[in-house]
């Protein structure tokens, strides 16, 4: 993604945005949530599990990677929840694609302090970290009660 923005003298600077990558994953009206274990001023916070996009990787298939990764599940991912969070001081942009597991995967916690299944009455229960807070709205109407 390529932004635009005028530079002291009032010509246009050109530069990439780095895109990052998250993943609403949702079972039986729940979604999981991952706790940051580092760096330690976001450490215990929760976010969707992902990363960033590596150079001449898709969105989709870095998504799938990181879940990889990070959980050791296989995903089969659709369609974007929310709107794209600038991030990283804008350097980055966040990108969410609702996910579910394939074939009875069950994540593990590899990278993360804990994992949590939560449905819509516990999406407040958690401390979010800033860029996925914005997600959490927008993934409402996807979880059931």
Known sequence: MRTERAN??????RR????????AIIR???????ARSAPPEVAGMWEFPGGKVEP???ETDALIRECAEELAVRVEIGDRVGRNV?????????KVYAARLLDGDEPQALEHEGLR???VDE???????????PIVAALRPLLTT
């Open 28 to 34: 039986d009206g729940r979604v999981l949530a991952c």
């Open 123 to 133: 999406l407040d229960s958690v401390t979010w970290l800033p860029a996925d807070a």
């Open 86 to 94: 600038r991030m990283a001081h804008g350097r980055s942009v966040l």
């Open 8 to 13: 002291g003298g009032g010509q246009t600077e």
């Open 117 to 119: 299944w939560l449905t």
């Open 16 to 23: 990439d945005l780095k895109v990052i990558v998250g993943a």
């Open 56 to 58: 001449g990787e898709g």
